[in-house]
């Protein structure tokens, strides 16, 4: 059964940071690119941020840029996403996403999905 996971979200004040884990089970996520999606309550799903199959290649949309960093660790079966410098706007539930194709997308162009992690900015 093929499966992502994510961990690692929660409450944090504006200003600080989490790490976002996205482990796979069922499969190995080598020749899988993998994106970072979040959605709001009222909002649409946007992507956050992607990798590439060989973690040479990142994107980000433009209002993390600076503060998110993507990484992949192919021998954990794991894709990152570390957050710093959090805003109130960064509450959402985050998702990850497989496809399996060497070039990632911030666009809904993936096999697989986890089930989310939220995470809330909060003061």
């Known amino acids: 059964q093929l499966q992502l996971v994510e961990s690692g979200g929660g409450l944090v004040q504006p200003g600080g940071s989490l790490r976002l884990s996205c482990a796979a089970s069922g499969f190995t996520l080598d020749y899988y690119a993998i994106g970072w999606f979040r959605q709001a309550p009222g909002k649409e799903r946007e992507g956050v941020s992607c990798?590439?199959?060989?973690?040479?290649?990142?994107k980000y949309v433009e209002s993390v840029k600076g503060r998110f960093t993507i990484s992949r660790d192919n021998a954990k079966n794991t894709v990152y996403l570390q957050l710093n410098s959090l805003k109130p706007e960064d509450t959402a539930v985050y998702y990850c996403?497989?496809?399996?194709?060497?070039?990632?997308?911030?666009?809904?162009?993936?096999?697989?999905w986890g089930q989310g992690t939220q995470v809330t900015v909060s003061s």
């Open positions: 990798i590439s199959s060989s973690g040479g290649s990142t």
């Open positions: 996403a497989a496809r399996l194709f060497t070039v990632c997308a911030l666009k809904d162009l993936y096999t697989y």
